[in-house]
């Protein structure tokens, strides 16, 4: 069985493979992912392609980490711009919470985001190509190829707005 990753473990992977450094001033996301480590670990019922999935998918998510800070760092009037004030959509699973979230953001003065954009945030560098939302479809093609009966639980569009999508 392969040992429980170490937040440092990842955050080496993830500035191998984006050549960034700075995972910003607040330290609360490194204990969220340590204890989502110790969780996953010391659940019984975990096995080893959970384990290779939170591992493969932690690594994603501080990758993307790395990427929103650069963009800001690149891009400081990004800070600066003003958006509406956030309401928060919070319910148990199963409670209608995903379809509330989707009715309000029919709303034409409501600010949603799409899955594509919670899946890779950081617009590619001026002159490239912007390949986000063919990404985005490809993951959620796999997803529903792999999990045949999470499209009957929780319906996910590539271009609509989705509320559950992790991040660090």
Not at 88 to 113: E, I, N, W
């Amino acid at each position: 069985m392969r040992k429980k990753p170490t937040v440092d473990e990842i955050c080496k992977e993830a500035q191998k493979q984006t050549g960034l450094s700075c995972f910003g001033d607040n330290p609360i996301w490194r204990g969220c992912l340590e204890s989502y480590f110790d969780d996953l670990y010391e659940h019984k019922d975990s096995n080893h392609l959970s384990r290779f999935i939170v591992r493969k998918e932690s690594t994603k998510r501080v990758v993307q980490r790395l990427r929103v800070l650069n963009a800001f760092k690149e891009y400081p009037q990004a800070l600066e711009l003003e958006l509406p004030s956030p309401i928060f959509v919070v319910g148990l699973p199963r409670t209608g919470s995903t379809f509330l979230h989707q009715c309000l953001a029919q709303d034409s003065k409501a600010m949603t985001v799409p899955f594509w954009q919670w899946f890779d945030p950081v617009p590619p560098k001026e002159g490239e190509k912007d390949e986000r939302l063919q990404k985005a479809i490809a993951k959620l093609n796999e997803l529903k190829l792999s999990i045949p009966i999470l499209e009957s639980i929780h319906l996910t569009e590539a271009e609509e707005a989705d509320e559950c999508y992790q991040g660090w």
